[in-house]
C-alpha cells in the first residue's frame, strides 16, 4: 500500500490511465466499422454523381470529319439544349401525370392491404401477405413482358373475355398505353409498399386496441383514427420512394416499345437520357439525368412540407 501510493505520488501514470491509452477510442472503432460502407457509398454513389455533373457541363468537338473527339467546357449549353427539347420536357410532363394517377391508387391498396392483414378477422396471414408481395419479386422485364402479352389485342385473353359483349379495346394504344404501364407498375409495387406499412402496424402495442375497444371503438374507427395516423411516416417513406421511382420509370415502357408504336425512346425523362448516352451524347445526357435529380429532390421536398404541415393542423 504504501510502495503504491508512494510510485503514483512520483509520477507514475494510474492502471486506469494506462488501461485507457491502450483501448482504442469509441470513435475510431466506429469509423473503423463504417469504413466499408463509406468507401462503397463514395465509389458507387457519390461519385457516379459528381462526374455525371461535371460531364453536364462539358461536350464533345471535332476538328474535322474524321478528326480525334475532343472534350471541351460548354457552360450551361446541355441544360439549355435539355429544356429545349420537346420529347424531354414532354417525358417529364407524362411521368408527372402518370405519378399523379398511380401513387394515390398504389398506396391506398397497399394500405388497404395492410390493414385488412393486420385485423383479428383475417386468417391465413402468412399465405396472403407472401402472395400480396410475390408479384415484387418477379423481375421488371418478366412482368413487363407478361403484361405485354395480355395486352396484345391478338392474344390478350382480356380481349377474348370481352368478346362477346362486342368490346375489343387496344391497351397498347397512344391514349391507353401511359395506364397500361401504370396497371403494371402499381401490380408490381403494392406488395412491397404494403410490406413495409404492414411492418409499422406490427410495431404498435396492442394495449391501444384494447383501450380503443374499451371505449367503444369500432374496427374500422380504430384503422383510421388510430392505425393510420400512427403509421403516416411510413406512408410518407413510401410516398417519397414512389415519387423516385416514378420518375426513374424505365423498364416497363422499355419493354413496351417492342410491342406499341406508341413508346418512343424520349416516352421517360430516363429513356431520354439513355438514347442520348447510347448516342454518345453523353454531355446531354448527363444534364438531362441531372435536372431529372433535381425535380425528384424539389417535388419530394414538396411532399415532405405538405405531409408535415397536414400533421401540424
Known sequence: MVVAASQTAAGAPPITAVARRRRPSS???AWLLLGPFLIGFA????????????????????????????????GFGNYTAALGDGGFVGSLG????????????????????????DS????????????????????????????????????????????????????????????????????????????????????????????????????????????VPIIAPSLVLTGVFSIIGTFQLFTEPQVMAGVSSAVSSSYTPSMAAYAQISAQNYGLGAAMSVIVTLVIAVLSLLFFRITRARAVL
Open 27 to 29: 470513435a475510431r472503432a
Open 43 to 74: 465509389v458507387f454513389y457519390v461519385a457516379p454523381i459528381v462526374v455525371a455533373v461535371v460531364k453536364s457541363f462539358t461536350t464533345v468537338t471535332r476538328t474535322s470529319t474524321y478528326g480525334r473527339p475532343t472534350e471541351v467546357f460548354a
Open 94 to 117: 407524362r411521368v408527372l401525370l402518370f405519378g399523379l394517377i398511380q401513387i394515390p391508387v398504389m398506396l391506398g391498396l397497399a394500405l388497404l392491404l395492410a390493414l385488412a392483414l
Open 120 to 227: 383479428a378477422v383475417v386468417r391465413l396471414r402468412r399465405f396472403f401477405r407472401l402472395a400480396f408481395f410475390l408479384p415484387y419479386a418477379v423481375p421488371g422485364v418478366i412482368a413487363a413482358v407478361m403484361w405485354g402479352f395480355f395486352y396484345a389485342p391478338n392474344l390478350s385473353p382480356i380481349n377474348q373475355l370481352l368478346d362477346p359483349l362486342g368490346a375489343h379495346p387496344d391497351l397498347l394504344s397512344g391514349n391507353v398505353i401511359l395506364y397500361s404501364i401504370a396497371n403494371i407498375v402499381t401490380w408490381t409495387f403494392t406488395g412491397y409498399n404494403m410490406l413495409i406499412l404492414y411492418s409499422s402496424l406490427q410495431a404498435i402495442p396492442p394495449q391501444l386496441y384494447e383501450a380503443a375497444r374499451l371505449d367503444g371503438a369500432s374496427g374500422w374507427a380504430i384503422a383510421w383514427r388510430i392505425k
